[in-house]
């Protein structure tokens, strides 16, 4: 089956600088890569997406990459803000039943 | 809409009790999931539902049963609760022609 895999497990970073987590995956026929945000007792949201088919998609101050060959994925994040400091989870998803396989989530903190 | 909802938000069970969570949701979603983190991981796929009247098994099915007889409700069933199986649970739903998964607020378990 799917393993994904994700680093680092803890990122800290000043106010201002950017974040960068990255997730590699097992199985080449995963063509979906979610990545969500989870606030400390909430539930998992998602903050951007890509298929297999993009190599790059980017929302204001986030963007995901994706490199099949090499089967990684990685979130980067611009401008950060005390409001990022969450736990950020990448996933994969290899078949049509939309069945998501979630890296083990990476705490990132912004110190202002 | 209310979305996808859970309950209980919290329980605690003795060792061997058995328990149902509830998760509905109202938004016409043919695909339903039920995911369980554990403290500091990411999500784990328990069961999932394709449509009413089709189950099948996720990542870590064992200890754990579902139904689904309508569209809105996937209700997980625990039987013989163990302390393994304290964890916090979340139910999903997402369209048959999109990705994006919905969760539900979580419910917290705790097996003494």
């Known amino acids: 089956g799917e393993n994904v895999e994700q680093h680092p497990s803890t990122l800290s970073v000043q106010e201002g600088d950017s974040a960068v987590i990255k997730c590699t995956y097992s199985?080449?026929?995963?063509?979906?890569f979610p990545w969500y945000k989870q606030e400390l007792g909430k539930r998992p949201q998602l903050i951007i997406d890509?298929?297999?088919?993009?190599g790059e998609k980017k929302d204001q101050r986030i963007a995901v990459t994706l490199n099949k060959t090499a089967k990684h994925f990685s979130l980067h994040i611009t401008e950060t803000q005390p409001e990022d400091s969450a736990v950020y989870f990448c996933?994969?998803?290899?078949?049509?039943?939309?069945?998501?396989?979630f890296g083990a989530g990476t705490q990132v903190v912004v110190t202002p | 809409n209310a979305g996808v909802t859970q309950t209980p938000k919290f329980r605690i069970l003795k060792i061997g009790q058995s328990m149902t969570l509830q998760c509905t949701q109202d938004m016409n979603h043919n695909y339903m999931y039920w995911y369980r983190q554990d403290p500091g991981m990411g999500l784990k796929l328990i069961y999932y539902s394709v449509g009413a009247g089709i189950t099948d098994k996720g990542e870590v099915p064992n200890g754990y049963n579902v139904s689904r007889s309508t569209t809105e409700d996937f209700p997980l069933r625990l039987e013989l609760a163990a302390p393994s199986q304290t964890s916090v649970y979340f139910c999903a739903s997402r369209t048959s022609t999109t990705h994006e998964q919905y969760f539900g607020p979580g419910t917290r378990l705790t097996v003494t």
């Open positions: 890509i298929r297999s088919n993009v």
């Open positions: 199985d080449s026929a995963s063509n979906y």
């Open positions: 996933a994969a998803s290899p078949d049509s039943w939309g069945k998501l396989q």
